[in-house]
């Protein structure tokens, strides 16, 4: 069962596909859809798919400009202008939460990126609700019941959103912890997945989502609106972000975020990073690795 609603989120993410490449990744054998993580298109090569075991070419021909094209096309519905502040950040966000990544020569207009003129590359990221996921970590994250500060750690690619919906998810329906409202600034609308106003992935019946913007103003915005007792946010990746989980830690909110690297030690050595650490905004943190296929995860407490 677990296996088929799997293959079902993928055959769902491609079906942003132009019917050529569509059908190439129908070919792929159901045991492997149901592990593809992503599916990567780079102009002049064959399309791929992401396992844990590394990609797998889908032996068809090489993937063409147009069809670059013709892929943002389907995933805005023909109505590229509508989307473009999404595809001026290099990604769309689509039905079902997939994520589309894209790469190309850039438009540059008083020195920001106005559009992706000629389209070299794209990556369909799947998205999979893996309810549980926070399971082995919740007893450790919530002494005395209630969800304590925490920051999840890893590499690209090994799993952080997927933990941190389920954390949210967990905290916002009192599984296994105190039942908590929960803000969430998802900037990139991939860990609610917005669809007419409705998270596509459960996020939980406490949780109030603000997509789109990016996560320093969400932040701010939440914290001043929705009275929030935990905020979270996917990828710390600026200064302004940091200074907007500081200034929510102030006001006695519950923090919860993720962001790349692999240790302490990393965290330490970053300069965006080391403020998180020597302001002990986090009490625990969550760290994710791979081993083999499978995904481990180790707890450490830092106050």
């Known amino acids: 069962m677990e296996q088929e609603r799997r293959a ?66 389907i995933a805005s ?43 070299s590359g794209a990556s369909i990221r799947v998205a999979r609700q893996v309810r549980g996921a926070a399971a082995p970590v919740l007893d450790r994250l919530c002494p005395a019941g209630r969800l304590g500060d925490t920051l999840i750690l890893s590499p690209p690619g090994l799993g952080k959103t997927t933990l941190l919906r389920d954390l949210i998810r967990s905290v916002s329906e009192g599984e296994g912890c105190l039942p908590l409202r929960v803000c969430l600034a998802d900037e990139r609308g991939e860990v609610a997945a917005l669809y007419g106003g409705i998270p596509q992935l459960e996020v939980g019946r406490r949780t109030d989502v603000a997509e789109g913007c990016p996560k320093a103003q969400g932040l701010m915005l939440l914290l001043r609106a929705m009275n929030p007792q935990v905020l979270a946010a996917d990828e710390i990746t600026a200064p302004e972000d940091v200074a907007a989980l500081a200034a929510a830690a102030g006001c ?40 083999g296929a499978q995904r481990s995860y180790e707890v450490e407490e830092l106050r």
């Not at 769902?12 to 792929?28: G, S």
């Not at 190309?104 to 008083?110: C, F, H, I, V, Y």
């Open 252 to 291: 006695g909110v519950t923090l919860l975020a993720t962001a790349h690297g692999e240790g302490r030690d990393d965290l330490l050595r970053r300069g965006l990073y080391r403020p998180v650490l020597e302001q002990g905004l986090f009490r625990f943190l969550v760290r994710i690795r791979r081993e």
């Open 8 to 73: 079902l989120a993928y055959e769902q993410a491609a079906q942003v596909l132009p019917a050529r490449l569509r059908r190439e990744a129908f070919a792929l054998p159901e045991e492997a859809r149901a592990r593809a993580e992503e599916l990567r298109l780079r102009a002049g090569w064959p399309m791929t798919a992401l396992l844990p075991e590394g990609e797998r070419s889908l032996g068809g021909p090489p993937v063409e400009e147009r069809e670059l094209e013709q892929l943002v096309e």
């Open 77 to 119: 519905r023909a109505s590229v202008h509508a989307v473009l502040d999404q595809v001026r950040r290099g990604y769309l966000t689509v039905e079902g939460g997939h994520r589309i990544g894209l790469c190309g020569s850039a438009d540059l207009r008083e020195g920001e990126i106005h559009a992706l003129r000629t389209l």
